[in-house]
């Protein structure tokens, strides 16, 4: 991607500050005898907080996995609260923070890296209800390993749903215009079917030891992507199917890796 689009791209995501849809109906709706001042708010009650985010999807050669090292090393984690930074890493994690004074210097790393921009998504979070910000989908039963607390290697059987980085946020009380922020990975089954529940199969599970808290403002931003899967004391990965693959490699496309970069573009506190 041209690096000078990516920052007009970045700069505007934060100049317009919108995530809603641009165009809107207008349509007449019947109301059915329902008064305007039956939908205002009570007098005790308060709108929800709402908090605005873009989400760039990126996709690079696989090759470039190991350049893609050097650029998180350079980036800043100062901010960033890992529930379990071990975990994290050994899962084989890259986490790194920004501020719109560095767009344009990962815009011109983003382009030597041949990185293509797939997919821009607008997320708004009311309070601290999540959104997911990346879905990979689970199409049968499998085994999925990872790496949890401490470093211990875990395993489970999943069945088909989908596995996805979820976004959660909410103002900070005592500073205005700053969000708190946290990015976890989380599993959350299909269908609940009668199989399933005999054979006790979860039918959601946060990867907690693999989740990051973040204070953003307008134009903070953070970039995740995989460092390489999971290897063990061999050198060779954990498992066939480890959540690493799944949240960054789409499915059937194994010279492929896929990043994401979460925008914080407004807050209304």
Not at 86 to 91: E, K, L, Q, T, V
Request: with cysteine; net charge negative; proline share 5%.
């Amino acid at each position: 991607m041209n690096r000078v689009c990516f920052f007009i791209l970045l700069v505007g995501a934060v100049g317009v500050g919108g995530c809603g849809d641009s165009a809107r109906s207008t349509d007449k709706i019947p109301t059915g005898g329902i008064k305007l001042d039956d939908l205002a708010a009570g007098p005790d009650e308060k709108e929800p907080s709402q908090i605005y985010f873009r989400v760039f999807t990126f996709e690079l050669p696989v090759e470039q996995v190991k350049p893609l090292q050097e650029v998180f090393k350079v980036m800043s984690r100062r901010q960033i609260r890992f529930a379990d930074r071990d975990a994290f890493d050994a899962n084989g994690f890259l986490a790194g923070f920004g501020t719109q004074e560095d767009w344009p210097g990962l815009s011109g790393e983003l382009d030597k890296l041949v990185a293509r921009k797939t997919a821009t998504r607008n997320v708004v979070v009311y309070e601290a209800a999540g959104d997911d910000v990346s879905v990979s989908l689970l199409n049968s039963t499998q085994d999925v390993a990872w790496v949890g607390e401490g470093g211990k290697v875990m395993r489970d059987a999943f069945a088909v749903g989908r596995f996805a980085w979820v976004l959660k946020a909410q103002p900070m009380e005592s500073v205005r215009g700053v969000a708190q922020v946290e990015i976890l990975p989380v599993y959350k089954i299909g269908t609940q079917s009668f199989f399933s529940h005999l054979a006790n199969m979860r039918d959601s599970s946060p990867f907690s030891a693999a989740s990051m808290n973040i204070r953003m403002s307008p134009g903070d931003y953070v970039l995740l992507a995989s460092g390489g899967e999971p290897v063990g004391a061999d050198g060779q990965a954990i498992a066939p199917l480890t959540l690493n693959r799944l949240l960054f490699y789409p499915a059937g496309r194994p010279n492929v890796m896929q990043m994401l970069l979460v925008l914080c573009a407004r807050i209304e506190d």
